[in-house]
């Protein structure tokens, strides 16, 4: 299982990038692998703020749904929309092209509760 070590973790399963106030947002390959084949990303939430913690889309495998859930508070600037034709590369690449969401922190100081690569793997392997 791929975990890169320089992204962040959320116990929802979702992976965090910061890049001074913006936080690129996927789903792990952990959560893609447990999903399966993913055939639809969905964000309603573009332009919105939102706390951390709070859905900010959902995705849709071909057995179940799922909710997103926001890692960081702050307002969701951007929307991945080649998932809208190829929502599969968030299995084949759930790191690169699969990321969903870019996000205006609001809270930097949240920052520090989310997992490093090592915390969230002693959580998927518990």
């Not at 205006?104 to 002693?122: F, Q, T, V």
Request: net charge negative; aromatic share 8%.
């Amino acid at each position: 299982m791929n975990l890169p070590a320089e992204l962040k973790y959320t116990k929802d399963h979702e992976w965090v990038t910061i890049d001074g106030d913006i936080a690129t947002v996927g789903i792990t390959d952990f959560a893609q692998s447990e999903l399966g084949d993913i055939v639809y990303v969905e964000v309603e939430t573009l332009d919105e703020t939102l706390a951390a913690d709070e859905v900010f889309g959902t995705v849709e495998a071909v057995k179940t749904v799922s909710d997103l859930f926001l890692p960081l508070s702050g307002e969701i600037i951007e929307f991945n929309e080649a998932l809208e034709d190829e929502p599969e590369s968030v299995n084949t690449d759930p790191y690169g092209a699969g990321w969903m969401i870019k996000i205006k922190i609001s809270n930097p100081s949240e920052i520090e509760a989310l997992l490093s690569a090592d915390a969230y793997k002693a959580l998927i392997s518990a």
